[in-house]
């Protein structure tokens, strides 16, 4: 019963997102699309076109052998950070409106921050799952960061604010999440994590000591008595 509730969850937001997509498209791009293509309907079939390839996609994925994309989500990320570095050749890149987002193929554009979204997503995952015994250290948390960090900088050179937040956001959420898993087991997220500051604030001297010990275990430095 559980699993059909969870399939749920998932496949009502899915219908609803395309939807509701499809509508705002439709309504925004009308009296657009009537007066210079001639056909109202002319972006609203594109859009019906590219829900159609992302559900091809979703399909192919989905049969995908997960180990496979564990094994070479350094490639996707690979081909992602390329994109991005090409983009910006005067004779790739489509520039529109002062923003360099595209690179052209035929009648598709594509954007290769999308593409990230997905490779930075299954590289982190995979990252976390190799590194889920040592992603509590300063050094090991970081180092996603770092590749984080890159991939923002090109993105805002296109520029491009609301990609890089999403990226940052997906990032955070996965390191979070694997961070939880390693330092409290299955114990509860957010609750669990602040616990101990919580604990601090409630009884000082047995609190701090608790707060110091959580700090020392996130980072991997000794414990300071301070705390």
């Known amino acids: 019963m559980s699993h059909k509730v969870n399939n749920l969850l998932i496949l009502i937001p899915f219908i609803a997102l395309m939807a509701i997509g499809i509508t705002m498209v439709s309504s925004a791009s009308i009296y657009f699309a009537d007066e210079n293509y001639g056909n109202p309907f002319h972006f609203a079939s594109r859009q019906m076109l590219f829900i159609s390839i992302g559900l091809i996609s979703m399909i192919f994925f989905s049969v995908i052998p997960s180990d496979f994309l564990f094994k070479s989500d350094w490639v996707f990320m690979l081909i992602s950070i390329i994109l991005l570095f090409v983009m910006f050749l005067p004779e790739v890149g489509t520039t529109v409106n ?12 594509i954007q290769p ?13 995979g990252y976390s799952v190799r590194r889920m015994s040592e992603i509590d250290t300063l050094r090991s948390f970081l180092k996603p960061l770092f590749l984080l960090f890159i991939i923002a900088l090109l993105i805002m050179s296109q520029p491009d604010l609301g990609s890089t937040a ?17 330092v409290f087991g299955n114990e509860c997220g957010l609750p ?14 047995r609190g701090h000591g608790r707060l110091g010990h959580f700090l020392q275990r996130l980072i991997g430095l000794h414990y300071c008595p301070l705390f």
């Open 98 to 109: 002062g923003s360099t987002r595209w690179i052209r193929v035929g009648p598709i554009n």
């Open 113 to 125: 921050s999308e593409i990230c979204k997905f490779s930075l997503i299954l590289y982190i995952s």
């Open 166 to 182: 999403i990226l940052c956001l997906l990032v955070v959420a996965i390191l979070f999440y694997a961070l939880r898993k390693s």
């Open 192 to 205: 669990t994590l602040c616990r101990p500051a919580v604990g601090s604030l409630r009884t000082p001297a």
